[in-house]
């Protein structure tokens, strides 16, 4: 039920040598990639927009003024979590080490904050030539990733250093990389988007203003740092996330159902979605007349969170989210105290929301307490980013998670 999707953006550039990234390519989505192609333009005389496409099963955007409304050069910077440039010529390796951004690929490695893995491969004085030497160095002080090329064969009869390594070196390699960056691989995390609805009739109901985009951001922090993911959403119009296991559900009952199934087998449980309080007891097959509405009979929704919390076994988390209409700081620190209490909880993250602000948006703001040792802390930033940095980080609060 947590299938690991990490996702790899593979650079090609114009060499003999891009038809091996072919069976890279493969080998990557044996090993669990979600793979983006960028080729260059030089590459595609060797290998085609087309080929890309029908093997990675994914759209191949070749320049800068494709699907510019999505700001291409940004986006894919922003939604991968690895880059692998293979092969890398020696003129793509001058252009990252003199910092261009002339074409699709040289802007995204600008924009991306990921590791970055290049496979070099060209003929023997090229790859030893002063310059490429220099330009190599320049990058790895950088933090690039150079795997050296291998020795055989070349084009023609050609016989030295420079050759295409064996796609299993490539993700051998890859693979110690991503132990440095993914430290949640092997969790299975659990997180809860979106907001309930509790139907009055067929045409009414009770919910709220969540827009899932919370839950969202946790759950692709989450993947992207390793974990498998299962994202249990309520009313998003939001797109399923590639690699993350999505299970829609509308009324708190159905995310109750499912949550009962799914915690006994995960590592740490955030329910960052809005359940709905109460419920509507006598629902009405026909819509209610508005003289009769005063009619509606509410109960109280079981608390989901603070009943599975009760049952968590040793070592595994429970988050919880808390937005309240309190503008003093001591009062959302008094809110969120009670709450972590009450539900045993391990962490809480409260908010205040009387003014709106935080609903759609980017960014959160609000406060993080520890159960551990009551640690309390304001947190302000991007909204993936409380799942991996700063106080709220879960790998900082429990390093052995």
């Not at 320049?63 to 003129?91: F, G, R």
């Not at 919370?214 to 590639?242: T, W």
């Not at 009619?295 to 988390?317: C, F």
Request: charged share 25%.
């Amino acid at each position: 039920m947590f299938p690991r999707g990490r996702k790899l953006l593979l650079g090609v550039s114009g060499g003999i040598s891009a038809y091996k990234s072919c069976d890279l390519l493969r080998r990557l989505q044996d090993h669990g990639f979600i793979v983006d192609v960028v080729p260059t333009a030089a590459s595609l005389n060797f290998v085609g927009k087309s080929t890309w496409e029908a093997l990675s099963g994914r759209k191949v955007i070749t320049d800068l003024w494709s699907d510019v409304e999505n700001v291409p050069h940004i986006s894919m910077a922003k939604a991968n979590d690895l880059i692998v440039i293979a092969p890398a010529t020696a003129d793509l390796i001058a252009k990252l080490a003199s910092g261009r951004a002339d074409d699709l690929l040289t802007n995204i490695v600008l924009a991306s904050t990921a590791p970055k893995i290049l496979i070099p491969a060209m003929h023997t004085e090229m790859w030893l030539n002063a310059a490429t030497v220099a330009n190599v160095e320049i990058l790895r002080n950088r933090g690039f990733v150079v795997i050296n090329p291998d020795e055989g064969r070349m084009t023609g009869s050609d016989v030295g250093v420079g050759r295409y390594p064996e796609s299993e070196r490539i993700i051998t390699e890859i693979d110690k990389v991503i132990a440095r960056t993914a430290d949640l691989i092997g969790k299975k995390i659990l997180i809860t988007a979106g907001g309930t609805r509790e139907p009055i009739d067929p045409i009414r109901f009770i919910g709220n203003r969540s827009s899932g985009k919370q839950g969202f951001a946790l759950a692709m922090a989450a993947a992207s740092r390793g974990a498998q993911v299962h994202l249990v959403i309520a009313n998003s119009d939001l797109p399923n996330i590639d690699g993350i296991t999505t299970t829609a559900v509308e009324t708190a009952e159905e995310m109750a159902a499912i949550l009962n199934l799914e915690f006994p087998h995960c590592d740490a449980l955030i329910m960052s979605a809005a359940v709905a309080d109460a419920k509507v007891v006598n629902y009405s097959e026909g819509k209610i007349r508005k003289e009769s509405l005063d009619k509606v009979e509410l109960a109280k929704n079981p608390d989901i969170l603070k009943s599975l919390a009760q049952i968590k076994r040793p070592g595994q988390i429970v988050v919880g989210f808390a937005a309240e209409t309190m503008s003093s700081v001591d009062a959302l620190q008094k809110s969120g105290h009670e709450k972590l209490s009450s539900k045993n909880l391990d962490l809480i993250y409260v908010n205040d929301v009387s003014d709106g602000a935080i609903f759609g948006q980017e960014k959160t703001k609000g406060i993080i307490i520890d159960n551990s040792n009551k640690k309390k802390s304001q947190f302000e930033g991007a909204i993936f980013e409380i799942i991996g940095t700063g106080a709220f980080g879960l790998k900082n609060h429990y390093p052995n998670l």
